[in-house]
């Protein structure tokens, strides 16, 4: 084997440590990605009409929902005999630096909060859940491109070995060969599918209609997740025995869900562009008749 056709990988995660603190590339990241989210939603608020002060509630709903959800979602579909069968598994939940979080289970997190917000916060701007799902999908392509580099930065959530000249050897885990950057990969994924959903928001929005974005995010994201499933090392034991590994089980409903969310989005076709309502008009209340006998 040439080792020069492949990529020795060997990357400190942290970026700097001070006594305790260490400051590591997948929360830099990690924190980059709901940065850049902030501000592409700004520019589809401008571009519709809503209230940017709106940004600082949203973006703080997003931000507890991908933790709490991506780390519940990695405790109860991976682990849930370790988190649930003895107190010290149950307490480390609660620590998601410990490492684990889950991207089907943030994903249903977020899904469940934007009904939340549009319910709480956005029905007086004429915003409903699935208004928020279809820009919440664009932003969170381009975040979870963030996310999976910083994966990558871990060595972690890689795949099997590879003769391939771009396979990384992860050293910093005892790999001595080769292996699928399955990162890298999934990074690639969602920067196009980012790339795509903003082209047609900025070209063909008047045109498409609501839940379209977000049905053809999931069928895009999910079902690209199923095939590069294929090649990934399993993440804990029993998937080895597993005909389909638990990302794939768990890809199936949202592939077949983003399908529900295009055909529903091209029968209704509620256009997806926010049409913020009008606010009514006070009507000019009449004279009394007492009033009217005092002019008279």
């Known amino acids: 084997m040439l080792d020069f056709l492949f990529v020795n990988w060997n990357v400190d995660p942290e970026i700097f440590r001070i006594g305790g603190f260490a400051l590591r590339w997948y929360s830099v990241l990690f924190v980059s990605g709901f940065i850049l989210g902030w501000f592409i ?19 703080y709903t997003l931000l507890i929902a991908t933790i709490v959800g991506a780390r519940l979602g990695h405790c109860l579909f991976y682990q849930p005999d370790y988190y649930f069968g ?18 089907h289970g943030g994903g249903i997190a977020l899904i469940l909060s934007m009904f939340w917000y549009a319910k709480h916060y956005g029905r ?19 975040a979870a491109t963030f996310i999976r580099l910083g994966n990558l930065f871990n060595s972690e959530i890689y795949g099997d070995v590879t003769s391939l000249p771009w396979g990384f050897v ?7 060969e080769p292996k699928h950057p399955t990162q890298i990969y999934e990074a690639l994924t969602y920067l196009i599918i980012g790339i795509v959903l903003m082209w047609a928001y900025r070209k063909k929005l008047e045109k498409m209609y609501r839940g379209s974005f977000f049905g ?41 869900f983003g399908a529900l969310c295009v055909i529903y989005a091209y029968v209704k076709k509620i256009p997806a562009k926010l049409v913020p309502p009008v ?12 009033a009217k006998s005092l002019s008279e």
């Not at 007086?124 to 381009?142: C, E, P, Q, R």
């Not at 090392?233 to 890809?251: C, I, N, R, Y």
């Not at 606010?279 to 008749?289: A, F, I, L, R």
Request: charged share 20%; hydrophobic share 45%.
């Open 170 to 176: 992860f050293q910093r885990r005892g790999e001595v």
């Open 41 to 59: 939603f700004r520019g589809f608020f401008r571009r519709e009409g809503v209230p940017e002060t709106m940004l600082d509630s949203l973006l």
């Open 86 to 103: 003895s107190w010290k598994g149950f307490l480390e939940i609660f620590m998601p630096w410990k490492g684990g979080l889950a991207s």
């Open 124 to 142: 007086k701007y004429g915003m409903d859940g699935l208004w928020l799902l279809d820009h919440l999908v664009i932003a969170a392509a381009f």
């Open 279 to 290: 606010p009514p008009t006070k009507s000019k209340k009449e004279p009394t008749h007492y």
């Open 216 to 256: 053809i995010f999931l069928i895009l994201c999910f079902g690209m997740r199923f095939i590069i499933e294929f090649i990934k090392e399993p993440q804990v034991d029993f998937e080895s025995s597993m005909a389909l590994d638990m990302g794939q089980w768990l890809s199936i409903p949202f592939v077949l």
